[in-house]
C-alpha cells in the first residue's frame, strides 16, 4: 500500500525566500506524481504534473523534481510572496485511477 | 468554461438525516472522481466513473454512501443516515485523460458538518 510523506508539516519564511519543500513515497511503481496548491476551505489546484519518466518540471517560480529510484519529490519555490501562503500537496499515481495524497506543508510567507 | 462545480458548498445536518452532493465535472471530461478530506489530512479516493460506468470504489465508501452518474454529465454523492465521522470535505474532480497521464481539475469542494 503506498505511503506519502510531506515533511515539514508547516513552514514559516519571510517574503523573497527561495524554499523546498519535501515529499517522499514508499512504493516507486508510480505513473506519475503531481503537486498540487490547497487555499483555506478551498478545492485543490494542479500546479505541477511529473512522469515517472521525467526528472523535473517547471512552471514560472516553481520547480518539481522527481526520483523515483529514492521515493523523492520536492517541490522548489523561488522569490517566495505572501500569495504563495497554503498548503502544498503531492500525490502519487500508481496502478489505478486513484491518487494518494500526502497531508501537505503549510506554507506562511510573510511580508 | 467555469471549472468543476459542486453544490451545495457548506451543509450542515444531525445525525441520522440523508445528504446529497452534486458534481458538475468540466463539459468535455468523460471521467470524474468523489474523495474526501477530513481536517489535516490530505484527500482520500472514494470512487471514479467513466462516462455513467462507476469503474472503481474504495473500502471507505460504506454502504452508506452511494454515487451516480446516470448520463455520463453531473454526479451525485449520497450519504444515508450521517454520523458525525461524515464530517468532512467532500470533493469533485474531473479530467479528460486517465489519470497515470493527465492533470486532475478539482472543485471547491462541498463541506459537511453532522451535528
Known amino acids: 500500500k503506498q505511503e506519502v510523506t510531506q515533511i515539514p508539516a508547516a513552514l514559516s519564511v519571510p517574503e523573497g525566500e527561495n524554499l523546498v519543500l519535501n515529499c517522499s513515497f514508499t512504493?516507486?511503481?508510480?505513473?506519475?506524481l503531481q503537486w498540487f496548491r490547497q487555499d483555506p476551505g478551498k478545492g485543490l489546484t494542479s500546479l505541477l504534473l511529473i512522469q515517472s519518466s521525467q526528472r523535473e518540471q517547471t512552471s514560472g517560480r516553481l520547480n518539481a523534481s522527481l526520483d523515483k529510484s529514492s521515493g523523492r519529490s520536492t517541490l522548489y519555490i523561488a522569490a517566495s510572496q505572501p500569495g504563495d501562503s497554503a498548503t502544498y500537496l503531492c500525490a502519487t499515481v500508481g496502478g489505478s485511477e486513484k491518487l494518494v495524497f500526502g497531508k501537505g506543508t503549510k506554507l506562511t510567507v510573510n511580508p | 468554461d467555469t471549472g468543476v462545480s459542486q453544490d451545495p458548498r457548506h451543509k450542515i445536518t444531525k445525525r441520522g438525516q440523508n445528504v446529497t452532493f452534486r458534481c458538475d465535472p468540466i463539459s468535455e471530461h468523460n471521467r470524474l472522481y468523489w474523495y474526501r478530506q477530513t481536517l489535516g489530512q490530505g484527500p482520500e479516493f472514494l470512487t471514479y466513473?467513466?462516462?455513467?460506468?462507476?469503474?472503481?470504489k474504495s473500502r471507505l465508501l460504506s454502504d452508506r454512501f452511494s454515487a451516480e452518474r446516470p448520463k455520463g454529465s453531473f454526479s451525485t454523492l449520497e450519504i444515508q443516515r450521517t454520523e458525525q465521522g461524515d464530517s468532512a470535505m467532500y470533493l469533485c474532480?474531473?479530467?479528460?485523460?486517465?489519470?497515470?497521464?493527465?492533470?486532475?481539475?478539482f472543485g471547491e469542494g462541498s463541506r459537511l458538518t453532522v451535528l
Open positions: 512504493d516507486s511503481a508510480i505513473y506519475n
Open positions: 466513473f467513466q462516462n455513467e460506468a462507476q469503474l472503481e
Open positions: 474532480a474531473s479530467s479528460f485523460q486517465t489519470v497515470t497521464t493527465g492533470e486532475l481539475f
